[in-house]
Structure formats: structure tokens, C-alpha cells
């Protein structure tokens, strides 16, 4: 009996341990944050190219759009710029940040299904408390889109020891850089 509960929580934790490794494999270290009339949310990114140019447009500074109620099931409106596309058929959840024809940013407090690229998750909020937050139903709604606290961007950098060292966005040096944004030689470069 002993034997088959050391082998059955041996492959319980095999299993977590998988489950985990998928996860972080398509999420960026990086979270965004979504402000609407004061109050601020955090959102998980979901590691793309399309995420990797919003934290790269986001580290020049907040972006503010005005997005609007559609279809009972979510708030879209423009980007007022475009990010790159990954296209796939998916149903979008409540919660979900979705980019939708390149340029335009889709949140959802429904579900509806349709070609779209991933943004990311908002973290932790109810159904009804999404709807509240996301102004489910109203138009002309102020979204400011930014980086969390302690991501900033780097404008200009000193003193480099070797000039062909990676550096993060947040300015820590990366010894073996893989997909993503860096710094190298004072300019952004993505891998």
C-alpha cells in the first residue's frame, strides 16, 4: 500500500509539474495594468508577438483609449496603432483581453467566439464584478493601458562594460537572452 502511494503522488506532482511548465511557457513576465474611472487591474500577458510589442509601445508611457459596449459581451474599440497578428479561432472568455483585426483591443465580461490574438487574462475578478469594472453596457469608456509598477523603460544607458550584452526592459543584464525584447548596444532589439 505503501509502495503504490509513493508512486501515485510521485505522478501526481509529475502531472502539477507539467501543467505548471505549459503555463509559464505561454505567459510573459511582464503584467499590464488596465485603469478605468480610478480603479486599476492587472492583467497576465500571454507571450506573443503581438504582447511583446504592447510592453514595448507600453514602455514609452501609458496608453489611453476610449472603447465602447458591443454585443452584449464585451467593451472594443481602437489602438490608434497596430500590433502584429497570431490569428486563431477561439472562444474568449470573461476576462480575456483580445486583440482583434491588429489594431483594435477587445475586453471581455462575456464569451464569443471568432479569429482573434491573445492579449492576456485580467486576474482574479468575478463575472459580475468584471461587468462592473469594465462599465458592461456603457459607451464612451476611458481605458489607460500601462505597465505594472517596476517595469519602466529605458531611454538611455551608460558605461556599457561589453557593448553586445542583453538587458532586460527593466535594465537587468541577461546572460542568455531568448525570445523577447532587450536591450543591446543602447537600442531595442527583439529575438
Same mark, same amino acid.
Given at each position: &500500500?505503501?509502495?503504490?502511494?509513493?508512486?501515485?503522488?510521485? &505522478?501526481? &506532482?509529475?502531472?502539477?509539474?507539467?501543467?505548471?511548465?505549459?503555463?509559464?511557457?505561454?505567459?510573459?513576465?511582464?503584467?499590464?495594468?488596465?485603469?478605468?474611472?480610478?480603479?486599476?487591474?492587472?492583467?497576465?500577458? +500571454?507571450?506573443?508577438?503581438?504582447?511583446?510589442?504592447?510592453?514595448?509601445?507600453?514602455?514609452?508611457?501609458?496608453?489611453?483609449? +476610449?472603447?465602447?459596449?458591443?454585443?452584449?459581451?464585451?467593451?472594443?474599440?481602437?489602438?490608434?496603432?497596430?500590433?502584429?497578428?497570431?490569428?486563431?479561432?477561439? +472562444?474568449?472568455?470573461?476576462?480575456?483581453?483580445?486583440?482583434?483585426?491588429?489594431?483594435?483591443?477587445?475586453?471581455?465580461?462575456?464569451?464569443?467566439?471568432?479569429?482573434?490574438?491573445?492579449?492576456?487574462?485580467?486576474?482574479?475578478?468575478?463575472?459580475?464584478?468584471?461587468?462592473?469594472?469594465?462599465?458592461?453596457?456603457?459607451?464612451?469608456?476611458?481605458?489607460?493601458?500601462?505597465?505594472?509598477?517596476?517595469?519602466?523603460?529605458?531611454?538611455?544607458?551608460?558605461?556599457?562594460?561589453?557593448?553586445?550584452?542583453?538587458?532586460?526592459?527593466?535594465?537587468?543584464?541577461?546572460?542568455?537572452?531568448?525570445?523577447?525584447?532587450?536591450?543591446?548596444?543602447?537600442?531595442?532589439?527583439?529575438?
Amino acid at each position: &500500500m505503501r509502495q503504490i502511494l509513493i508512486i501515485m503522488t510521485t &505522478m501526481l &506532482m509529475a502531472c502539477c509539474s507539467k501543467e505548471s511548465a505549459i503555463s509559464a511557457q505561454d505567459t510573459l513576465d511582464y503584467k499590464m495594468n488596465i485603469t478605468i474611472d480610478g480603479q486599476t487591474k492587472s492583467v497576465t500577458l +500571454t507571450d506573443n508577438d503581438a504582447t511583446k510589442a504592447l510592453v514595448e509601445k507600453l514602455g514609452q508611457g501609458p496608453v489611453t483609449v +476610449t472603447l465602447n459596449s458591443s454585443g452584449g459581451f464585451e467593451i472594443w474599440g481602437a489602438l490608434g496603432f497596430s500590433l502584429p497578428t497570431s490569428n486563431q479561432q477561439i +472562444t474568449a472568455q470573461p476576462g480575456d483581453v483580445i486583440l482583434y483585426n491588429g489594431s483594435n483591443i477587445c475586453i471581455f465580461y462575456g464569451s464569443n467566439s471568432w479569429s482573434y490574438t491573445r492579449l492576456g487574462k485580467i486576474d482574479g475578478l468575478t463575472g459580475n464584478e468584471l461587468s462592473t469594472f469594465l462599465k458592461a453596457g456603457q459607451s464612451n469608456i476611458s481605458v489607460t493601458l500601462s505597465l505594472t509598477s517596476g517595469v519602466t523603460a529605458i531611454n538611455d544607458i551608460h558605461h556599457l562594460q561589453d557593448q553586445n550584452e542583453f538587458y532586460s526592459l527593466s535594465g537587468f543584464k541577461v546572460e542568455h537572452p531568448s525570445n523577447g525584447i532587450y536591450i543591446r548596444n543602447g537600442k531595442k532589439v527583439a529575438l
